[in-house]
């Protein structure tokens, strides 16, 4: 090769080079210039909010209080889907399938997030590997009733009655899997008697079998029962929480009554498929948080027995591993198994 030759093979590189280097810039731009236009334009079209419980319980009611102000905040509509069964798993299952765009959420509570898969021998998703969570919605107790009918009026009469006639009590809950249906599971074994656990699509359709008679007894939450307790509808024998509730100050704790030590806490929040990516999660978090700090909606939340529990997307994160650690030592002691 001559000398004149290689001037020009070396020209040729550095400028097939410099291109190169111009060519890794402009893709590194114009990625970071899509990420910006993507967290400016999201959303823009309606979101699909997925509720694994029906109408007339406490998160479907929580969702659509929250609504409104998360429709004028992002500037589209959230569409509730209702979507229950399987203790939430039905509902999860069309989320973490999904495409991880950010407009398709979930909103899943203790059972199908943490519980579930200590029941199930077989999941449809991983709760914690499948989803990536957006924010903590609210925290719930739940109550214990029964039909006026039933021959017991307190927690104690009622363990008695169970014990001098085992088999005999029904008991109604969410649906398997549920918070509800382990707080009644957990109720059982602490007293040391046999219920009959009948699960129901949600805290509403129990609660009202338990008004008409059809079911002596029931695990609800209280935006299902607090009207018909007020009104002697509905015998209430405890709340599951570990503290009395305002608006039920006379109803003692299972603690109180008797079962020291007990406590169940129901919960439920925001979920996404996982990949979402970061910056619609942060931009639906603090959306959520908004809506949750809202003071009409606040009031309106603790009027229902729902304490609103906004936080961070970490926080959640880290509460659902404490809560599956947890449901899943009870279960285990209890023995629970779902098909």
Not at 68 to 92: F, I, S, T, W, Y
Not at 134 to 151: C, N, Q, R, Y
Not at 161 to 166: G, H, Q
Request: glycine residues 10%; positive net charge; charged residues 15%.
């Amino acid at each position: 090769m001559t000398a004149t030759m290689a001037c020009q093979a070396h020209a040729l590189r550095r400028q097939l080079l410099l291109l190169g280097t111009a060519c890794a810039l402009l893709t590194v731009t114009a990625h970071a210039q899509a990420q910006a236009t993507a967290a400016g334009d999201f959303p823009d079209k309606p979101i699909r909010m997925v509720v694994t419980f029906p109408p007339g319980g406490s998160a479907d009611g929580v969702v659509r209080m929250l609504v409104p102000r998360m429709n004028e905040k992002l500037g589209q509509q959230v569409v509730v889907d209702n979507r229950p069964g399987a203790g939430g798993n039905v509902g999860l299952a069309l989320v973490a399938k999904a495409p991880a765009d950010g407009y398709t959420l979930g909103v899943g509570a203790a059972g199908a997030l943490s519980a579930n898969t200590s029941l199930y021998p077989q999941m449809p998703f991983d709760p914690l590997k499948d989803f990536r969570p957006v924010g903590m919605l609210a925290a719930i107790p739940f109550v214990i009733v029964g039909h006026p009918s039933v021959a017991a009026k307190t927690q104690r009469e009622l363990i008695a009655l169970a014990k001098e006639k085992p088999g005999s009590l029904s008991i109604g809950h969410g649906g398997n899997g549920t918070a509800m249906h382990l707080s009644a599971a957990l109720f059982s074994q602490m007293a040391g008697i046999k219920l009959v656990e009948v699960p129901y699509r949600g805290s509403g359709p129990a609660a009202l079998d338990a008004l008409a008679g059809q079911i002596p007894l029931a695990v609800v939450d209280l935006p299902s029962s607090l009207q018909q307790i007020k009104a002697g509808k509905l015998v209430a024998f405890a709340v599951t929480s570990p503290e009395r509730l305002p608006m039920l100050p006379d109803v003692p704790t299972v603690a109180e009554g008797g079962l020291p030590g007990y406590d169940s806490t129901g919960w439920f929040g925001v979920v996404a498929p996982t990949g979402t990516p970061p910056h619609v999660v942060a931009r639906l978090n603090v959306e959520i948080n908004a809506a949750l700090a809202d003071e009409q909606n606040k009031a309106a939340m603790r009027n229902l027995g729902v304490e609103p529990s906004p936080g961070t997307p970490e926080a959640f994160a880290a509460y659902i591993r404490t809560e599956t650690k947890k449901w899943a030592k009870v279960i285990q002691d209890a023995r629970i198994k779902l098909d």
